[in-house]
């Protein structure tokens, strides 16, 4: 149990467009989402929480109207990053939580290029 | 001074070593100690979760947190190939409803 997906797994887009990603929980509902960002050989740095049907919370320093954050159900939650540049390019995870429950549930996680 | 120091490595032992892997932190909150692996470029997978000081033990996974010094470890016997991986140490508060990550130890095994 306690699945998480991810799509895509990796997506290949040019500087200036816009890219979606979803992270689903296959077997749960997840009233609490967040989002994470991997540079290579660091750590997972977490840029924003959300509840369904609220508005993200965001962490400081990232830009909430690049990075937008929709959890419109309690198994799904997208991350669109607009007018992508090669700077944004990394490994986006996304995780999901159980209400009252501290224990995250990761997915495999996106790999964004941006040419 | 970071909220979560965790040595890099990278760490590289023979078949069949313990490993032992660790973290410290600053943060007095924090009640849940969690260690998770991470293969390259997947997500990170749970390994052992404790919430009070002591030992918790599961198979050959040793989880050790010493709230007093702010220091956690993770101990690996009979450590396999198939176990390379970077390992996170992870913390949280009943409060804030978010993980901490540490940077990661990369751990090499070699057959």
């Known amino acids: 149990g306690a699945v998480v997906s991810q799509h895509p797994s990796r997506v290949i887009c040019k500087s200036g467009t816009s890219v979606k990603i979803e992270c689903r929980s296959l077997d749960f509902q997840a009233t609490t989402m967040f989002w994470y960002r991997q540079f290579p050989k660091q750590s997972l740095m977490l840029m924003a929480t959300s509840n369904e049907g609220s508005k993200a919370t965001y962490e400081q320093g990232v830009e909430k109207d690049k990075f937008l954050i929709n959890h419109a159900s309690l198994t799904l939650s997208t991350l669109t990053v607009t007018s992508a540049h090669p700077e944004d390019s990394s490994f986006y995870i996304c995780?999901?939580?159980?209400?009252?429950?501290?224990?995250?549930?990761f997915g495999p996680g996106t790999r964004l290029t941006v040419t | 001074q970071k909220e979560v120091e965790q040595d890099p490595g990278p760490l590289s032992v023979p078949e069949g070593a313990i490993v032992s892997l660790n973290c410290t932190y600053s943060?007095?909150?924090?009640?849940?100690f969690m260690w998770y692996r991470q293969y390259s470029r997947k997500g990170p997978e749970l390994l052992m979760y404790?919430?009070?000081?002591g030992n918790k033990e599961d198979g050959r996974f040793t989880a050790q947190v010493d709230k007093s010094s702010k220091y956690i470890s993770l101990f690996i016997r009979d450590s396999q190939p198939s176990e390379s991986a970077t390992y996170l140490c992870a913390f949280s508060d009943p409060g804030a409803q978010k993980l901490v990550f540490g940077q990661g130890t990369r751990l090499t095994i070699n057959p």
């Open positions: 995780s999901a939580s159980d209400s009252g429950d501290y224990e995250q549930y």
């Open positions: 943060n007095s909150a924090f009640q849940y």
């Open positions: 404790t919430y009070s000081s």
